[in-house]
């Protein structure tokens, strides 16, 4: 199994800390999000990892270098200064992230979370782990029934950015700029995505304030 880092964002809402390092190479307990999100990797075994690269990506690319220091195998898809939202981004790096099915990590968040071990049924396209919804959101993504995501009429759980993707699940998509969610919302009313739940510590570092209270 590959897997696949999500690091090409600005991080706007980080500003203007993120003016200049990349949103995944901001430091929480002395350690990056993203280096710690490659050892959690490392660590389950996994040995070829593709980032994507946006704002600030040859940043990226000095700290990283080729992830031999990691004990991995690091590649790049390139987007520039044409950043293609989660959906795009991930259907860009398909020819090298092979043709089973691959982890993907959100960088921008803080968890202790290991990598979920996921056997997929047949009939399913993906895996998301949920996590209990935060105090600062008022609701959530998803719900889970039965071992599967639903679009249900409370949604109290919230999407924790670690998901299993088959290759299959992007097959229509053009290249391009476009989100994930939509393809989420469809398949979970299809029954293609089944789900977990984890407790444990995981923070979305999207604001001054959610860094402060993690660090």
Not at 70 to 94: F, P, R
Not at 99 to 118: R, S
Not at 128 to 134: D, Y
Not at 159 to 187: H, I, K, N, T
Request: proline share 6%; charged share 25%.
């Amino acid at each position: 199994m590959r897997a696949m880092v999500l690091a090409a964002g600005r991080g706007e809402r980080l500003r203007p800390l993120t003016d200049e390092i990349p949103k995944s190479l901001v430091e929480v307990r002395g350690e990056s999000l993203l280096e710690r999100h490659l050892a959690n990797i490392h660590a389950a075994g996994i040995r070829t990892v593709v980032i994507n690269l946006g704002w600030l990506g040859d940043r990226i690319v000095q700290r990283v270098g080729s992830g031999e220091r990691y004990g991995l195998d690091v590649l790049y898809s390139q987007e520039g200064n044409n950043i293609l939202e989660t959906g795009g981004g991930i259907h860009k790096a398909l020819p090298m992230l092979g043709e089973d099915p691959f982890l993907v990590v959100n960088a921008d968040i803080y968890t202790d979370m290991p990598v979920p071990t996921i056997e997929l049924a047949d009939e399913h396209i993906g895996h998301l782990v949920m996590v209990p919804s935060p105090e600062y959101r008022d609701g959530g993504d998803f719900d889970i029934e039965d071992g599967l995501i639903r679009n249900g009429e409370t949604q109290r759980l919230t999407f924790s950015g670690v998901a299993m993707y088959r290759p299959s699940f992007f097959d229509g998509c053009e290249p391009g700029r476009f989100p994930l969610a939509p393809m989420l919302r469809e398949a979970a009313d299809n029954g293609q995505l089944s789900g977990s739940l984890y407790k444990g510590l995981w923070a979305d570092i999207g604001t001054p304030e959610r860094l402060e209270a993690i660090r």
